[in-house]
Every structure is written in structure tokens, then in C-alpha cells.
């Protein structure tokens, strides 16, 4: 078997290089391609992984950024050529998925919030692999059919932290005593983006400037949301985090996650840090467990926010589920195959 692994995002090193190991183990041959978005490549390099970068990160129109998926997988298409061709992709990449088509492969999508925007692969034959806190039948609703969905017991985070050892990993030193928050603005280009997202996240924003005994650090999206920080007058002076930080020491070198959303918040939350979401569009069946655990706060207002820092959550990490990179990829092989 030849598999390929396509990475569009910086979140997608974290859950989807976890499956090269097992798969080389089943003597499956393996090869990683990245977009250049974000952090990725770095990210990349911190993990010593070889991977050939396709594409960057594209802006403007939704015309323009579809070309840029195309062309992409125009590119990709040649590269998977080269590598002799491939039974199956792994990703969450467009790209990937439009390659998958024409090359007649084999295509897995690791999806954990169902009110993504997943036309595209439904008409492209992809199968949703995703955890089994979401009914099929959200996927269903959007065209899928049921033999294309592949669910598992656990979150995607069990990928991102297979076969890490959490304990041996000491939290970044930001040099100061004072109380540290993560803080992580909404992803203003992403096509489910609310503005009551960015609403939240302001006046959540301007309460912290006003704490004597914390710190903000602050992880953008965008560089232009580092001027947003300008907005208020800071009792202690912001963190920016102007390059990235292993995730892992990041997280556990903070006291507080706020986010309005996404895989940070999630991994904050499975791994026992106290963790708040300012996220205000269509809420994901994923984060609602976590809420249901009270390992996740969901806040619509900035008295929810008080509240929820006058009421602790639990500092339990989640419990893991051992080897799912392993069972996914020997359960996609079996697919494959048959």
C-alpha cells in the first residue's frame, strides 16, 4: 500500500502525522506533502518531517481562493505521479481531495465539527472519518452516505497526543509569576465566521487589559489582529507570540485557554487546562461534550466570561483512548482494500 498524507493547516500537523508511524509498521509506504499556511512549515521542521511544500495561503475572493485550490491540485497531481501514485490520501485538504478524484484513489477526511463546509468532498466520493460524539446523520444531511462515514470512539485530539508522553513535557517559561491566558482570536477568513465572534472576543480582550495579577499572551490568526491590542490601555503588557511554540509547552505554560474556537481550544480542554470558547457561530457537537464534561465553558457574553473565571472547571485530563492512529489506519486499510 502507498499512502499519501496532504496537510493544509498548521492544526493538521498535530492529528494527521500520527498515522505515519502506524502505517509504516504495517510496511505501507508513506510520503507527506504541506501547503504553506501559517505556522505549518515550521511546524514541520520542528517534527524533522520531510515533506514537499505545494501552494500558500491564498486571500482575496472566493473565486480567487478557489483557482488557488485548483491550481494546487494540479501540482499535487504531478508530484503523486512522481511518487508512483498512491491507494489513498489523508487530509482535510481540498486539494487533496480534487487529486484523489482524478487519480482514482482512495480519500479519508479527519473532520471534527460538522457545520464545516464539506460540499466538495461529499461530490468528490471523500469518507468522513469522525469522532462518534457526532451522529452520522449530520453528515448524512449534507449528502453522505452512511458507508462513506467512518466514526471512532474518542476525539481527534487522541491522534494528536497517540504515543506522547503529556507528563514529560515541561511548560514554556514566559518569565513572569503572574497569572498567564492563552488568548486566540476568531478565524475572521474562515466561512462559518461570526461577527459576534470578534464582538466577544474584544470586550473578553479589553476585561484581561484591566487584570493587575495576569497576563495576556496573545496567539493570533492573522498578524493584522496584533493591532487590536492597541485598543486598550494594559495594566501588564501582552505576549505576542510572534513565532510559534511547540504546542504541547505552550499549553501547559498557561493557566487559562480563551478562544473563540478551534483545535487549540480543544486540545486545552482534553488536556485538563481550564478552557473557554467565545465561539458564536453554529456550536459543534465535539464542544458540547466538552461542555457537558465541564472541561469546556461556552460563553455569549462578557458576564458569562466573569462568571466562568469565579467558577473553576475540572483540571482532569480527558481519557485518552490508546492506539487510535493505529486502529484508523489499519480500519482505512481494510477499506481500501476491499
Not at 506533502?33 to 515533506?51: C, F, S
Not at 505576542?240 to 480543544?266: A, E, N
Amino acid at each position: 500500500m502507498r499512502v499519501w498524507i496532504d496537510i493544509d493547516n498548521p492544526p493538521q500537523v498535530q492529528y494527521l502525522l500520527p498515522f505515519v508511524a502506524p502505517l509504516r509498521r504495517m510496511d505501507a509506504s508513506v510520503f507527506v506533502t504541506a501547503r504553506d499556511y501559517g505556522i505549518t512549515k515550521q511546524l514541520l521542521a520542528d517534527r524533522d518531517v520531510d515533506a514537499q511544500v505545494v501552494g500558500r495561503e491564498s486571500g482575496g475572493s472566493k473565486v480567487a481562493k478557489l483557482g488557488a485550490v485548483v491550481a494546487r491540485a494540479e501540482r499535487l497531481s504531478r508530484i503523486v505521479a512522481r511518487q508512483g501514485g498512491a491507494d489513498f490520501v489523508i487530509s482535510g485538504s481540498r486539494s487533496a481531495a480534487i487529486t484523489a478524484r482524478r487519480r482514482r484513489m482512495g480519500c479519508f477526511v479527519v473532520c471534527d465539527y460538522e457545520h464545516a463546509e464539506l460540499g466538495l468532498f461529499q461530490r468528490l466520493g471523500a469518507r468522513i472519518v469522525h469522532p462518534d460524539v457526532i451522529p452520522g446523520s449530520a453528515f448524512e444531511r449534507k449528502g453522505f452516505a452512511a458507508g462513506r462515514l467512518v466514526p471512532f470512539t474518542g476525539l481527534k485530539e487522541d491522534l494528536t497526543f497517540d504515543g506522547v508522553d503529556v507528563d514529560a513535557v515541561r511548560g514554556h517559561d514566559f518569565g513572569t509569576p503572574l497569572r498567564k491566558i492563552l488568548f486566540r482570536p476568531p478565524a475572521e477568513s474562515s466561512h462559518y465566521f461570526d461577527p459576534r465572534s470578534r464582538t466577544l472576543s474584544l470586550e473578553v480582550l479589553g476585561h484581561l487589559s484591566q487584570q493587575d495579577d495576569s497576563v495576556v499572551v496573545f496567539s493570533h490568526r492573522a498578524p493584522s489582529q496584533i493591532a487590536e491590542l492597541k485598543l486598550f490601555s494594559w495594566r501588564n503588557e501582552p505576549i505576542v507570540l510572534h513565532r510559534p511554540l511547540p504546542f504541547l509547552s505552550l499549553l501547559k505554560g498557561v493557566d487559562l485557554v480563551v478562544s473563540s474556537g478551534g483545535t487549540m481550544l480543544r486540545e486545552a480542554a482534553y488536556l485538563g487546562i481550564p478552557a473557554c470558547s467565545t465561539f458564536r457561530s453554529r456550536m459543534g457537537a465535539v464542544d458540547e461534550q466538552l461542555a457537558r464534561e465541564r472541561r469546556l465553558a461556552l460563553v455569549q457574553s462578557l458576564a458569562d466570561f466573569v462568571r466562568f473565571e469565579r467558577s473553576p472547571l475540572s483540571s482532569r485530563p480527558s481519557r485518552r483512548v490508546p492506539a487510535l492512529a493505529r486502529d484508523l489506519a489499519d480500519k482505512m486499510l481494510d477499506i481500501v482494500r476491499a
